[in-house]
């Protein structure tokens, strides 16, 4: 399947809406394609701007999504009003249904402790007959050699075709870099709040903010002190630097890119 994508001060996000996400998510998983799958808003392309690593691991996704609207809104000004929001949550909520009444297995991957284990138990309930096959919460820090040889085994014992990995932009998107070749399955996505939403810790914005572009300040209320400098600073830093793209005064011109 064959998804345009489109530049965004150096970081190629995939030109789409959530029922082309959700077939080619599907489509990976029955060709048993490995990959990774980020879910990039404008902190994660702001993060990209001083660390030319990470800004690679966004590039080599298998899907690298538009999770916040000003991105939206840049999609479709290159690529077309079709192309919408593909927010973390919701993604992960309709992967879910689609594989409802199917043989693919997921497992969890981060948040505190106890969050993934509640959100097996509410998924389980919301989504009957789907197969949730483990759980593993992880140490604040990177795994020691004992660790991960632990999570190896783990994942080798529940045999999941995807793992959700609810952690932080970007240790998520690190992690899944360096873990996809490591574990045995099929895609990995890195949806970080998406745990503590969907386990009830954490109340999302009302659906007209996210819509309208002021989620950021429905999770600033929520979090000001974790959250501050992410909103306060990088954002009005993202829209100064999407100018200068705009205008021809950066070297990341405003186009369509196919993918490889």
Not at 6 to 33: C, I, P, Q
Not at 71 to 89: A, E, F, I, S, T
Request: positive net charge.
């Amino acid at each position: 399947m064959k998804i345009e994508r489109f530049n965004v001060l150096g970081v190629a996000l995939h030109a789409m809406n959530l029922s082309v996400a959700t077939e080619a998510v599907l489509e990976a998983l029955r060709e048993k394609r490995k990959g990774y799958v980020c879910v990039t808003g404008v902190h994660g392309v702001s993060e990209a701007q001083n660390e030319p690593a990470f800004r690679a691991i966004l590039n080599a996704a298998f899907l690298n999504t538009t999770d916040g609207m000003p991105l939206v809104w840049l999609g479709r000004h290159v690529q077309g009003r079709w192309v919408d929001r593909v927010y973390g949550p919701d993604l992960m909520l309709e992967i879910f249904r689609a594989t409802q009444q199917t043989a693919f297995r997921h497992f969890f991957y981060g948040g505190a402790p106890g969050v993934a284990d509640e959100l097996k138990a509410r998924l389980e309930a919301r989504f009957p007959g789907v197969t949730i096959c483990g759980t593993y919460c992880p140490p604040f820090r990177p795994l020691n050699a004992e660790e991960e040889a632990d999570l190896q085994r783990t994942v080798r014992e529940a045999r999941p075709d995807i793992i959700w990995v609810g952690l932080s932009t970007p240790k998520q998107e690190r992690f899944m870099a360096e873990y996809l070749s490591k574990l045995d399955t099929t895609l990995m996505f890195g949806v970080g709040a998406a745990f503590d939403f969907h386990a009830g810790r954490v109340s999302q914005a009302p659906r007209w903010m996210q819509r309208s572009g002021l989620e950021w300040f429905y999770r600033l209320c929520s979090e000001p002190r974790r959250l501050g400098r992410r909103y306060l600073v990088n954002n009005p830093l993202f829209i100064w630097r999407i100018l200068g793209q705009m205008f021809g005064l950066r070297k990341y011109p405003l186009e369509g890119v196919t993918a490889p």
